[in-house]
Structure formats: structure tokens, C-alpha cells
């Protein structure tokens, strides 16, 4: 029985989901207004500042994983910084 706690959550799969939300939120927010409905508006404008942080911060911490996992390509953090590219490319692009 492990003791050390559930090792069956991984940093990988967190900063994946987190990538495929920041990701989903950039699309819809640059695809529909926001403020049409003052309930989804008033979350756009709690989670603009967190989401900002996490384009920057997390690309950096998933290297950092990365490098811990001796730069294999069968990982997840791999595809996890194409994610991140591809969400500062659409936060850059998009007007």
C-alpha cells in the first residue's frame, strides 16, 4: 500500500487540463462577447488575471518537468509546451 498519497494525480495531467482551459477560454472569449450575459462576463473578468499568469508561469514550469524527465518525447510535457505555443500564438494573433 503506498502511504506517500495519491500518486495517481500527476503535475503533467493538471498543467494539461489547465492548457486545454486556457486555450478554450482565449477561443471563446475572442469568438463571442463576453459581456452579452453580465454572469459570464463577471467570470471572464475574475479569471483574466489567473489566466494571464498561467500563459506565462506554467509553460516554464512544465519545462522544468521536462528537463526533470530527461527531455523524453513519450511525455506529456512535450505536448503540454506545443499547447502553450499554440496559446500564446492565439493570445498574440487574436484581436
Request: glycine share 4%; aromatic share 18%.
Amino acid at each position: 500500500m503506498d502511504t506517500a498519497g495519491n500518486k495517481n494525480i500527476r503535475p503533467g495531467k493538471i498543467m494539461f487540463v489547465l492548457s486545454i482551459f486556457i486555450l478554450l477560454l482565449i477561443i471563446y472569449a475572442s469568438v463571442f462577447d463576453v459581456y452579452h450575459f453580465a454572469l459570464l462576463g463577471a467570470a471572464y473578468e475574475l479569471l483574466w488575471l489567473p489566466l494571464i499568469g498561467m500563459v506565462f508561469i506554467l509553460p516554464v514550469t512544465a519545462f522544468i518537468y521536462w528537463i526533470k524527465d530527461k527531455f523524453r518525447l513519450r511525455s506529456v510535457y512535450p505536448i503540454i509546451l506545443l499547447a502553450y505555443i499554440i496559446n500564446m500564438w492565439l493570445l498574440f494573433r487574436i484581436k
